[in-house]
Structures are given as C-alpha cells and as structure tokens.
T-cell receptor, first 114, second 111 residues
Framework: EAGVVQSPRYKIIEKKQPVAFWCNPI?????LYWYRQNLGQGPELLIR????????DSQLPKDRFSAERLKGVDSTLKIQPAELGDSAVYLC????????????FGPGTRLTVL | TQLLEQSPQFLSIQEGENLTVYCNSS?????LQWYRQEPGEGPVLLVT?????EVKKLKRLTFQFGDARKDSSLHITAAQPGDTGLYLC???????????FGTGTRLKVLA
C-alpha cells in the first residue's frame, strides 16, 4: 500500500514569491492534516480536513496561507507571498475518519525562503 | 504556551546503554502518542497510551502513561544505532485545545 505522497520534496524560493505544496493521502483516509515543523521542534498543526471540509484551520495564518482539498482526496497548501520565517518542513498526514486516529505522515517538503 | 515538555532535549549515548525520555504536561490528556522521526522523513507512530498507569512494550521500548495522565515516559533498553532519531510525544489535551506535539528529544546512539 502506498504511503502519503508529497511533492516537491525540496523548494527554494525568494521572499515574496508564491509557493505550493501538494499531498496525496493514503487511499481511503478521509482525514488530512497539514503541519509545519521548524528545525529541532515538533510539528505544529496548520489545518485539518474531514473529507473536503476544513474542520480546524485556527492555526493557519490566513493572510498568506491557503489550502484546499477538492473532491476530498488530494490537497494543496499555498503560501503567497512567502516570508523568511516560513522556512520549515511542511508535513502532510492522513488518517481514517475520527478524532486524531493513527496518523500516517508523508516525508514532507523542505521549504527555504531566501 | 507549550503544553508538552520533553526532556532531555538531546541525548547521546553508547550502544548497549539504557535511557529514559520524559514527556510532561500540566494538563490531563485522554491519550498520548509517541512517534519517532528520522531525518528527511515524517514521524512514525510507535504507540498510543490511553489508561492512567498503562505500560506498553514494543520490543526494547517500554512506554508508560502516568497515573494522572499528565505525563509519559519512554524507556529504551540496550539502545542500538538504529534507535537514533527524534522522539516526539503528542496528544490532544482538554476540549478546546489542538492536537499538539512535544518539544522533542533528539537521540543519537553511537556504535
């Protein structure tokens, strides 16, 4: 069974540029999460989807971050414009429906903003 | 405010030694999960503890949930280089709080 797929694995951009990350969850997993992980720290939840509905986006900086999960499968996280402080690893995870059931994580996208 | 504090932050030991990692909070958690994360990869779930006082074993790893469900520990017996990684505890505290990860313990086991 394929795991959570994320792309790209690495992204280097200049500040003020836009960037997008893509996630394909495990087949059959209705719940999808986006996390941000700063160097040496634990992941921080940005947004959680149940199917195509964002049920928890309170931690998402809405002035520059946006996310979508069309058709309740793949998801895209966008930053526009990027700032230096956005440099981090962006992790996607998925689980079966339910409050924080076992989450399976993708390898992440390492973003560097210059 | 960080609700899950882990200690130690860093740990470097020789192969064969034992070690314990702690995860502490002032809040009660209905359950806690432990993950291990290797460089360039996402965290991988090791165990979920649910009941106060619960002890779970996974080969050389022993996980314990505190009686008051405010803390947890991970003990590794006879550590091996393959145990190297970032160990994270995580959970969802009382209603109204978000699922959070601890501050992490970075373990390095030297051959």
């Amino acid at each position: 069974e394929a795991g959570v797929v994320q792309s790209p694995r690495y992204k280097i951009i200049e500040k003020k540029q836009p960037v997008a990350f893509w996630c394909n969850p495990i087949s059959g997993h209705n719940t999808l999460y986006w996390y941000r992980q700063n160097l040496g720290q634990g992941p921080e939840l940005l947004i959680r989807y149940e199917n195509e509905e964002a049920v928890d986006d309170s931690q998402l900086p809405k002035d520059r971050f946006s996310a979508e999960r069309l058709k309740g499968v793949d998801s895209t996280l966008k930053i526009q414009p990027a700032e230096l402080g956005d440099s981090a690893v962006y992790l996607c995870a998925s689980s079966t429906q339910g409050f924080y059931n076992e989450q399976f994580f993708g390898p992440g996208t390492r973003l560097t903003v210059l | 405010t960080q609700l899950l504090e882990q200690s130690p932050q860093f740990l470097s030991i020789q192969e064969g030694e034992n070690l314990t990692v702690y995860c502490n909070s002032s809040s009660v958690f209905s359950s806690l999960q432990w993950y291990r994360q290797e460089p360039g990869e996402g965290p991988v779930l090791l165990v979920t503890v649910v009941t106060g006082g619960e002890v779970k074993k996974l080969k050389r790893l022993t996980f314990q949930f505190g009686d008051a469900r405010k803390d947890s520990s991970l003990h590794i017996t006879a550590a091996q280089p393959g145990d190297t990684g970032l160990y994270l505890c995580a959970g969802a505290p009382p209603p109204g709080y978000k699922y959070i990860f601890g501050t992490g313990t970075r373990l390095k086991v030297l051959a």
